[in-house]
């Protein structure tokens, strides 16, 4: 069964649209994230959850927001796409934030916007 | 800001063969280590992680070496199979940080 999913796996898109992107896991986490790799494979982090609070949010445009219906869930809301979003997203989980734990990640979602 | 790199972005071998994949880090706060596997269309999986109170950790196949005098991290794989090409992550984390800071990447190429 699937730890981390993310749906869709797929998003192709136009400039200016508005799109949203989802995250579930079933491992019973507390902390969730949101991380975007560019085509060189750098992941950077972008938002951390903790029982849905928010408790990291690097630089991003505000353009992008997370929101976290429950514990399990953590969306992430893009709006006004630009060229530059054009990335592969991935969700994470870990037990708890801030421990010697590792995460466990989502599938990814690769976003083209064109 | 302090960074997680790697020195080498590719590394071919032969199947059979042993592979070292290093990584150096910046931040001498940093107290954990992870190593993570990303095959090509999947997400980032936990391969083996060492804390800094150890200098080796032994898995399946796999090896980890922390050396906190030259912030050097090494992973190496035994017996390097095709399904060992991937792209390998160092990650690490401390030092008052919430979330671990991930390095460049090596893409691992396995020949048989």
């Known amino acids: 069964d699937t730890a981390v999913s993310q749906t869709p796996k797929y998003l192709v898109t136009q400039m200016g649209n508005d799109k949203s992107i989802k995250c579930e896991q079933n491992?019973?986490?507390?902390?969730m994230y949101w991380y975007k790799q560019d085509s060189k494979k750098f992941l950077k982090i972008m938002f951390s959850?903790?029982?849905?609070?928010?408790?990291i949010n690097e630089t991003v445009p505000n353009r992008f927001s997370p929101k976290s219906p429950d514990k399990a869930h953590l969306n992430l809301h893009i709006n006004s796409l630009e060229l530059g979003d054009s990335a592969v997203y991935f969700c994470?989980?870990?037990?708890?934030?801030?421990?010697?734990?590792?995460?466990?990640f989502g599938p990814g979602t690769r976003l083209t916007v064109l | 800001g302090e960074s997680v790199g790697l020195h080498l972005p590719t590394l071919s071998v032969q199947e059979g063969d042993n592979s070292i994949i290093n990584c150096a880090y910046s931040?001498?706060?940093?107290?954990?280590f992870i190593w993570y596997k990303q095959e090509s269309g999947k997400g980032p999986q936990f391969i083996i992680d060492?804390?800094?109170?150890?200098d080796k950790r032994q898995g399946q196949r796999v090896t980890v070496l922390l050396n906190k005098t030259v912030k050097h991290l090494s992973l190496q794989i035994a017996a390097t199979q095709p399904g060992d090409s991937a792209v390998y992550f160092c990650?690490?984390?401390?030092?008052?940080?919430?979330?671990?800071?991930f390095g460049r990447g090596t893409s691992l190429i396995v020949h048989p």
């Open positions: 990650a690490e984390k401390g030092g008052g940080s919430y979330i671990p800071t």
């Open positions: 931040n001498s706060a940093s107290d954990y």
């Open positions: 491992l019973g986490h507390d902390t």
């Open positions: 060492i804390r800094s109170n150890m």
């Open positions: 959850y903790n029982n849905k609070e928010l408790i």
């Open positions: 994470a989980s870990s037990p708890i934030s801030g421990s010697y734990n590792e995460q466990f």
